[in-house]
C-alpha cells in the first residue's frame, strides 16, 4: 500500500460549504479518484461536514474512495441568516480559513502523505496563498459556466463603469469581445449590478478576490505565455464561442456521477446538506404516465416570498399537471403548508410537495416531462444531462445568463405565465415538440463529453496527466 502511495498523487479539493459548491467539488473528486494515479481528499467546512455525515464523530473519514478532511472556518456549529450576515461570516471566514486549511497541509505531510495539488472552488480566494506557501500547484475549478467567467472578467477588465453607466437600461447590449450570442444588462450576473450595500455583496468582494489571485498568478510566473488552468463544470460543445484573456479554461464536465458507468453504484457520495424527505415521491413518480409531471425546485439557497409560492401554486393547480415540488424546509411558509396539508400531498392527489429529493433521481425518471428551476448551474447541467426541458425563473447571481437559452418564466412569477410556459414544454404544439427534441439533443452531447473520447475526458485526462510533471 506505502509503495502504491508514494506513486500517487494526492489531489486536495476544497470547497465552500454552500450545496451548489459541495456538489461539483464533491463529483470532480470522486471522478479524479477514479484514476489510477491519484488519491484524493475532500476539504470543506466542519459545519458543512458535519452536515454531510450527521452520525460520524470524527472528523477525518473515508468514504468510498475519498477522504474526507474538513477545516474549521470559525463557524463550527453552522449559521442561519438571521443570526450572521455575509459581512460578518465573510470577514471570520477569511481570516481563519486560511490558517486551517494550512494545518491540513501540515497535518498530512508530517504523516507521510503530503498533498501535491490542490484544486479549489470560487469562494476561496485564500487557498492561492496557502498553496503558494507551502508550494504546491494550485488550481481553480470553476463551477458555474464559461460564459459567466468571461462576463466577469470583463466586468473587472474595464467594463464596470460602462456597466453600471447602463444598469437601469436592461435591452442595453454590452460590448464584450468573444462572446456569443451578445449579452444585455438583463442577462448579466446580479452581482455586476448590485448595490455594495446590498447584504448579499460580500460574496461578490469574495469572488473577486479570485479573480486578483489569478491576475497575482500570471504576473508572479513572470512568462508571458504563462496561462493558468481553470478547470470548468461545463463542456465545450455548450459554450462554444468563450474565448477569455489570460488563463486557459478547461471544461471537463458535466461532472455528474451517473454520467460515468464505474459511479454508477456510488450513488451516495455524502453531498447532501439536506435530508431527502421519505414521502415515497420515487414511488409516486412510478405511478405517473411518461412526461407528464412538472418537477419544481429553486436550489439550496434562494428564498422565495409567500406570494411567489401562491402564485406558484395557482400555475400548477390551472395547468392541472401532476407536480412534485421542493419547498425546503428554510423556506416553508406556514399558510403554505395549510394549503397543500401537513402531508404534502395535494387534495385532489396531483400533486406532491416535499422538503428535499434526490433531484438527479427525480429528473431521470421518465415520468418528468418538465423542470421549472431557478437555473443555478447544477441543476441546469444535470436538467440537460437528463434531457429534460427546462421553464426557467431565474432569481440572483448567475442564473439569468444561465437561464438564456431556455423558456424563460422572466424571473418574475406569474401564475397565468407559468402556465403558459408549461403549455409551450409540454403541450402538443410545434414548439413543444422543437423543445423537447433539443432536450434530447443536449443529453447525448453530454454524455457524449464525458464518455472515453469525448471533448471533456479529454481534457480532464489531459489534466490529470499534466499536473504529474508539475510535482516536485
Ligand atoms: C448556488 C447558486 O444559487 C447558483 O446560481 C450557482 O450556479 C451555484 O451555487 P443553488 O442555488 O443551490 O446554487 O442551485 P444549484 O446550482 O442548482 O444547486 C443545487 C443542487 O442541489 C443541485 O445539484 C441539485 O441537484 C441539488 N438538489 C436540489 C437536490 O439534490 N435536491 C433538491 O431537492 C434540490
New binding site residues.
Partial sequence: MADLHEQQQHILVATFP????I??ALHLANRLAHFPTTHVTFSTTISGHRRMFPSSSSSELQHNLVTYSPFSDGHDDGITRSNTSFSDYFSIYNRLGPLNFSNILHSFAARGRPVTCIIYTILLPWVADVASDHGIPCFLYW???ST?FSVYQHFLHGYETLISTHAHDPLFTLPFPNLKPSIQIRDLPSFCIMSPDHPFYPIFETLKEVFEKLESQIKESGGSNYKPKVLVNSFAELEPDVDVDEVELVPVGPVLPFLFEDQLQEEDDG??L?K??DKGYMQWLDSKEEGSVVYI??????EFKKEDMDEILKGLKESKRPYLW?V?KDNREKELLEIEGEEGDDQDGNGMM???????R??AHKAVGCFV??????????SLSCGVPMVSV??????GM?AKSEVDGNGVVKGEELVRCLELVMGDGEKGVEIRTKAKMWKDEALEAVSEGGSSDVNLKAFVDGIKKLIK
Wanted: hydrophobic share 35%.
Fill in positions: 454552500g450545496q451548489g459548491h456538489n461539483p463551477i458555474q459556466a459567466v453531498s447532501n439536506f431527502a424527505d425546485s429553486f436550489g439550496s439557497f434562494w421542493v425546503r416535499v422538503e428535499w429529493c434526490s433531484q438527479v427525480v429528473l428551476t431557478h437555473c443555478g448551474w447544477n441543476s441546469t447541467l444535470e431565474p432569481q440572483w447571481t448567475d442564473q444561465n
